[in-house]
């Protein structure tokens, strides 16, 4: 038996095949390990060989601490913003550093999908059973349960209430590229809502339909941002799709859509475009722009 892992990313698994950073083989028999080393050798990626354990770790540690970067930075968010200090700069600074990188230093509503979650439970698992403590990876899951509610938070002290609140939700999958929402941070932050009494509209690129969940078939499907934006009095960006990215800050106010307040909680935009369009903007991890004192007004 070989214990071969796979570190291809949803959404881009046909470039990953061709361009990635090591091919792991785990084997006892030395002959099994040659056949399938002969099988990757098209594909010319580095092989590493191992025991069969030792490349299953490898497999759930690698997607574990990409886990623990996220929610590090994450938690630098959160004091960013008690400090006055920016987590772009922060994480650009950090970045910096070859040993520490700056892939997966990117504050936001935090990680979701099929594979970070289920492989952390993974590992949380087979180090209890194994009696070992893993109190770190423990924490990181803590830290992104806690994400969504970051952003619903800063609604809440924008409005003196939710209820009846007209709300855009743009991107519905875990990540952009993908119409998996596993897990995705849209789901929960949709079911507080709605038990807040908020009314949702949503936009995602591919994903168009409830497809039988009932969270989703709470909510108004918006066939193009123009649409969701016009109808809703405060968006929030939960998946940073491109085309939600390149959506121009200055047509937020034109006067074909109606004004709607912006929580960003990918921080797509610089802060710097949100004062010229002249949006009232909240992101993450950074001070908001064009703050105005909480109101009910908006939705009265």
């Known amino acids: 038996m070989v214990s071969n892992p796979e570190f291809l990313r949803e959404g881009s698994a046909i ?57 590090y930075i994450n938690e630098m968010a959160n004091l960013c913003e008690k400090l006055g200090a920016n987590v772009d700069a922060v994480a650009h600074g950090m970045g910096l550093d070859r040993r520490i990188g700056s892939p997966f230093l990117q504050a936001g509503l935090g990680y979701g999908g099929s594979c970070f979650p289920k492989d952390i439970r993974a590992l949380l698992h087979m180090a209890e059973s194994a009696q070992s403590e893993l109190q770190l990876l423990r924490a990181v899951s803590i830290v992104n349960e806690q994400r969504p509610y970051v952003v619903l938070d800063k609604l809440k002290q924008r409005f003196s209430s939710l209820r009846n609140l007209r709300v855009a939700i743009l991107g519905l999958s875990f990540k952009p590229n993908t119409d998996d929402i596993r897990e995705a941070v849209s789901l929960v932050m949709m079911k507080e809502l709605l038990k807040a009494g908020a009314s949702l509209i949503v936009y995602d690129p591919i994903v168009n339909q409830a497809k039988g969940n009932p969270v989703l078939e709470s909510a108004r499907f918006a066939g193009s941002m123009k649409e969701a934006l016009d109808w809703a009095e405060a968006s929030i960006i939960v ?36 004062e010229r369009a002249g949006v009232e903007y909240y992101s993450i991890g950074r001070p908001a722009v064009n703050e105005r004192q909480p109101s009910h007004l908006l939705h009265s």
């Open 239 to 274: 998946t940073e799709w491109d085309e939600i990215r390149s959506f121009p800050l200055l047509q937020y106010n034109q006067e074909s859509l109606k004004e709607t307040i912006i929580f960003d909680g990918r921080n797509c935009y610089a802060l710097a475009e949100a």
């Open 15 to 71: 470039h990953d095949i061709y361009h990635g950073d090591r091919i792991v083989i785990g084997a006892d028999s030395d002959r099994a390990a040659d056949i399938v080393t002969e099988l990757h050798k098209p594909f010319g990626t580095p092989v590493f060989r191992t025991d069969p354990r030792s490349a299953e770790l490898i497999k759930y540690a690698s997607n574990a601490f990409l886990a623990t970067k996220i929610s």
